[in-house]
């Protein structure tokens, strides 16, 4: 199937049953698989034939969605993990070691932020973080010959950062790292990173690919587009693994897929769960649909709000005075997804009472479902940062984060007027 538009690709990519089979993918609810002729399986392990052996490296069901998603944002190959935080750190461990370093945007999700603050450096690997908006230059001076990775978000969480896709892909390219980007919140009917220089994306499918906040889940896409060959950045991708029959992951045509795959999943495990894997596919069915929704809900609900007397201020990119419209219009200018940001005047207790008043929109940790829900983030995911690193990450106190949900709008509306008036 070539050259099918995304509405296409959600529907149909990743699983194409052949006579008698099943019209969407089999839970394959097995840990093993069988096999009659001993070179077959060594062939499997030797990576020499496609298939199934364990499902800790791969497995049917797992393996349909990873192909949908792969398709979505046009990559050679995808890796389902059991979390977004795992996909996270499958992602850099693949590339990074001891004594290496990464360059990640300060702006990120509270607990991708504490991987790379805190975790990361216990295990040798240091993160330095940058702010977003600063120039081009200021970036690059991070980078250095240990620099594995350079990592943002296409919207951040919860600060609605839109990244600047070319300036970091333009540092990425001149130093021969690689560029991640979690488009967890854009999502690839919004943005397809790798068409605007992205190496590997990165996803908390736990949000709008699955859907309907029924499975946990991440993926990791290799864009295919990453020359290890002869780079002298990534020794490990160029010297034989001895613990992979003496591999060169740089000889393969999917490098670094088949490194996380082979040698990360391999060895710490974390892979997505078939039943998760089932609901992810069939939740991204509708993802196209769903994101358009999500999109102009959105745009009502920041319209109101931004009008509104007790609100301090709203963070959207749909609104035209918004730090970031100009870039969310170059590179999504569909939309912008469905989380939006806000302080309401006045003390932390009124962010409280707002939300407790609120009846439809729930409260949550989770984002980026169909139902709309909030967070107050200072409280909550982020409540580890100390000051200044919650004002490093853009989330003040009264940051109220609302996700909107896919209702009828007028019904989110009508939801936070009604708590507005007891606050
Ligand atoms: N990336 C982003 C942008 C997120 O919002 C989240 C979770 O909220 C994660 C990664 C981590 O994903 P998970 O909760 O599936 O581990």
Known sequence: MKDLKLETLCVQAG???????????????????????????????????????????????????????????????????????????LAVFTVAGAGDNIVASQSIYGGSYNLFSTTLPKLGIECRFFDPDAPAEDIEKLVDDRTKIIFAESIANPSIVVLDFEKLANIAKKHGVLFAVDNTLATPIFVRPKEWGANLILHSSSKYLDGHAAALGGVIVDAGNFNFKGNPRYPSFNEPDESYHGLVYADLAVAFGTKCRAQMIRDMGAIMSPQNAFLSYIGCDTLALRMRQHASNAKKVAEYLNNHPKIEWILHPSLKDNKYHSLAQKYMPEGQGGMMSFGIKGSVEKCARF???????????????????????????????????????????????LSVGIENPDDIIADIEKALEKV
């Open 15 to 89: 699983y194409q049953p052949k006579t008698g089979e099943a019209r969407i993918p089999p839970i394959v609810q097995s840990t093993t698989y069988v096999y009659e002729k001993t070179q077959d399986m060594a062939d499997l392990f030797d990576l020499k034939s496609d298939g199934y052996f364990y499902s800790r490296l791969a497995n049917p069901t797992v393996a349909a969605f990873e192909g949908k998603v792969a398709a979505l944002e046009g990559g050679v190959c995808a890796i389902g993990c059991s979390s977004g935080m795992s996909a996270t750190m």
């Open 355 to 401: 939300m407790e008043s609120l009846e439809l929109i729930t409260q949550e940790t989770h984002v980026a479902d169909v139902r709309s829900c909030v967070l107050h983030p200072a409280s909550t995911t982020h409540r580890q940062l100390s000051e200044e690193d919650l004002k490093a990450a853009g989330v003040p106190h009264n940051l109220i984060r």
